[in-house]
């Protein structure tokens, strides 16, 4: 019997396990052990639930025009349990001056597809309005090289686009640095429209004509920009794990800590801290970059140098709960959250009215609020303890929001080198990185750190790598 092992069993892993299934490892008599060093599986996804709060420590939705996580609930039988956002409290907010304004209607990430509520937008002043409406006369790139999110936005929406929108949406999202953020690799869509279209205004416009028309009459759940689980995103893992084992192909084996992948024979040996080593025909590592590079250090030193050059980003979580009686009036929180410009000099990067986005997140007397710190820009901030974490974001909170009661709850999650940075290069580093490892037949690489960092992107990814994998021991003699 053939042999894969995977390394890392968060939603990369998991899934790239389940594709395995779908494509024929039963069949094809082929073994599968999921190796995982934490507890739990799912990696950053974590969903809890404390005195009628449903909490997500890491991610708590993915995006529909990103179709593949949609179509692995699907195909795993969570269809019916798609949830979409609260579309009577779409609006986002952004702070500026130290009030909160909303984001025009239309304003689609940084590009407005709409005029009236653009111009009445008291977010952008008249102008900024002005110097973002030119965006429909800048020429197009020349689309040589790479170039920084920061640069690519001044070029076509100018300065105060990037200060006011695109910097504190990405850093609540990305948690990056648009100074050093390939424009290419994180938001490749929007050079592709500057290139087809000469104008980011026209080519969103377009794009969420064909959405509308995508979604129009569709059958099933009503389809949101972001979509979650009723129950949390830990039900697209738990769901998984559970159609794993019941395969009778796999394993999946957890406070297992692999430290080096090395060459066997014509296979893998995959040493285990404090365990016998477990032989394999093929490998995918689903880890983190730099835990890759630890993997492979003895098999391919330029393999784990390049691994080691993707930089990552540390970020917490901090849900609180509340009553709703002690939410300021000022603030209604009619919205889905509000986003941090750096220029406003806070500690928080973004805070998500999570009760208010997603149905079943709070009892029915209280709201619950996702606050987000650290990121590329703030990282000493992670060297907090939890009790002076929840002091920071109560005082944020109180100034923003005029939040001055104690939260009934409160749970901090704590991601150290979760968010792998895209900076500029990042494409050519990734190509290299795929020209080393293709020269190791029967190793794999999956995960955000390479084509995307989404949930969706990694289950894109690791079908994509399942089916080369499946592949490539069919050539096996």
Request: charge should be positive; glycine fraction near 10%.
């Amino acid at each position: 019997m053939k042999r894969i092992v995977i390394i890392g069993a968060g939603i990369a892993g998991l899934s790239a396990a389940y594709s395995l299934i779908e494509h024929g490892a039963c069949q094809a008599g082929i073994e599968i052990i999921a190796l995982e060093k934490n507890p739990l599986v799912g990696g950053n996804i974590r969903t809890e639930r404390h005195d009628g709060y449903l909490i997500e420590g890491g991610p708590d939705c993915f995006l529909s025009e990103k179709p593949w996580a949609m179509e692995l609930c699907r195909r795993i039988g969570l269809e019916d349990r798609l949830l979409p956002t609260n579309e009577t409290n779409r609006k986002t907010f952004v702070l500026s001056n130290g009030r909160l304004h909303e984001l025009p209607e239309g304003v689609i990430l940084m590009v407005p597809t709409r005029i009236l509520p653009f111009i009445l937008s008291s977010l952008i002043s008249m102008p900024g309005k002005i110097r973002m409406g030119m965006e429909l006369f800048i020429p197009r790139g020349l689309g040589l090289g790479d170039e920084s999110l920061a640069a690519f936005v001044r070029r076509r929406l100018g300065n105060e686009a990037l200060d006011k929108i695109a910097e504190p949406l990405v850093a609540g999202v990305h948690a990056a640095d648009p100074e050093t953020m390939s424009v290419k690799s994180s938001f490749p869509k929007f050079v592709q429209m500057e290139q087809e279209h000469g104008s980011l205004i026209r080519g969103m416009i377009k794009r969420m004509g064909q959405m509308r028309r995508a979604t129009t009459g569709a059958q099933g759940p009503r389809i949101t920009m972001f979509m979650t689980l009723k129950d949390g995103l830990g039900s697209l893992v738990s769901t998984l794990k559970d159609r794993l084992t019941a395969s009778g192909i796999v394993s999946i084996k957890t406070s297992v800590q692999a430290k080096a992948v090395v060459e066997k024979d014509k296979g893998y040996e995959i040493h285990i801290d404090g365990a016998p080593s477990i032989e394999a025909d093929a490998v995918i590592i689903a880890s983190p970059a730099y835990a890759a590079a630890n993997l492979l250090d003895a098999l391919d030193k330029p393999l784990a140098t390049l691994l080691r050059e993707i930089p990552y980003a540390s970020t917490a979580t901090i849900s609180l709960g509340f009553k709703k009686t002690d939410i300021n009036p000022r603030h209604p929180m009619n919205g889905f959250g509000f986003v941090v410009p750096r220029a406003e000099g806070r500690r928080i990067m973004a805070a998500s009215w999570t009760s208010i986005k997603f149905a079943h997140r709070a009892p029915d007397d209280g709201v619950l609020i996702r606050c987000f710190i650290g990121g590329a820009q703030n990282i000493g901030l992670l060297d907090l303890s939890d009790a002076e974490m929840e002091k920071v974001v109560l005082e944020e909170l109180k100034s923003i929001m005029g939040i001055g009661a104690a939260p009934v709850m409160c749970r901090i999650f704590r991601w150290p080198e979760s968010m792998p940075q895209y900076t500029i290069g990042h494409q050519e580093r990734v190509e290299r990185i795929e020209e080393l490892c293709s020269a190791r037949p029967g190793l794999f690489l999956t995960g955000n750190a390479y084509h995307g960092i989404g949930i969706s992107d990694s289950v894109r990814r690791s079908e994509i790598v399942a089916k080369k994998a499946l592949h490539y021991l069919a050539g096996l003699q």
